[in-house]
């Protein structure tokens, strides 16, 4: 883990941060976060690895593009970090088992066979290389392109992960049309329990 | 429950429960239709735009978690050290 100091001794190349990298930076901690947790499926080592981001993206300020996706940046930074402690510790890294984000779903109804519980249940056994690039370009906002970067795999292959990724949730979930996603839109009920019936 | 006769029934949510299209103009029988007369959704886009729907729910979920202090402690020690350009 780097500490502080670490930080500034790597800094000797650069100038100083920006105000508006250090404000970047602040927006775009929750999704950082949430990256995190749905990579490792550990609150604790999803805050070590925000903690780590931060650190090495001050580092390396000087290095970022003002006209680049700083989402993307960040999530390479922390992608990278995630797979090298994956590599020092094996699967300890990643609890898909005990995954934070299961216990935040208590929906009240179920409207099909979609429901947010059963989805985070599903979504946590995918492979880690189908999750990633479902949760990059499914759910953070990137682009095919940037989750490409981010992985450093070809356009190609994070089209066939997502494809192969929402074939296994379907499968995983037991849909196979849409009458099975239950009355009117399951999709719509699912975001309004994600929205309004969760507890914090 | 479809009363057998089409199929096509008025949207609950249309609050003009009155069809008098002669008043609206000559493109109102368009606008007035029903949106049941929309051709359905091919089976793998609907289960594709499930998924995107929850995933997007997921990760939102997620990232409207309150964070820890300790970010937010991490970035004050980095400035201090190392104030930013005042750009």
């Known amino acids: ?200 | 429950m479809e009363s057998g006769s089409g199929g096509e029934q008025p949207d609950d949510d249309d609050d003009d429960q009155e069809c008098d299209y002669a008043n609206d103009g000559p493109h109102a029988r368009d606008r007035h239709r029903p949106a049941k007369a929309t051709p359905p959704l091919h089976k793998e886009y609907q289960i594709n735009d499930a998924i995107g729907k929850a995933l997007q729910a997921h990760f939102r979920a997620l990232a409207e978690e309150p964070l820890p202090d300790r970010f937010k402690v991490l970035l004050a020690e980095l400035e201090a050290k190392d104030p930013h350009d005042d750009k």
Not at chain 1, 41 to 52: F, I, K, Y
Not at chain 1, 166 to 177: C, F, M, Q
Request: with cysteine; aromatic share 6%; net charge positive.
């Open chain 1, 1 to 200: 883990m780097m500490t502080n100091d670490d930080t500034l001794q790597e800094r000797k190349h650069g100038g100083p941060p920006t105000r508006s990298f250090r404000d970047g930076l602040i927006a775009e901690m929750p999704s950082l976060r949430a990256f995190a947790i749905s990579l490792s499926g550990r609150l604790e080592t999803a805050d070590d690895l925000v903690q780590e981001t931060l650190l090495k993206a001050w580092a390396n300020a000087a290095s970022y593009r003002p006209d680049s996706n700083m989402r993307a940046w960040l999530f390479t930074i922390l992608r990278n970090t995630f797979f090298s402690l994956r590599r020092q510790r094996g699967r300890e890294i990643q609890d898909t088992d005990g995954i934070y984000s299961q216990r935040l779903a208590t929906p009240a109804a179920q409207h099909g066979a979609l429901d947010l519980a059963d989805f985070r249940i599903a979504l946590a056994k995918l492979p880690i290389e189908q999750r990633e690039v479902l949760i990059l370009v499914g759910a953070s906002g990137l682009s095919y392109e940037e989750a490409a970067a981010v992985c450093n795999i070809a356009v190609g292959t994070v089209k066939s992960r997502i494809s192969r990724a929402r074939a296994a949730l379907a499968d995983l979930l037991g849909i196979t049309g849409p009458h099975e996603l239950g009355p009117g839109a399951a999709s719509d009920a699912i975001v309004k329990r994600s929205v309004a019936g969760e507890p914090r």
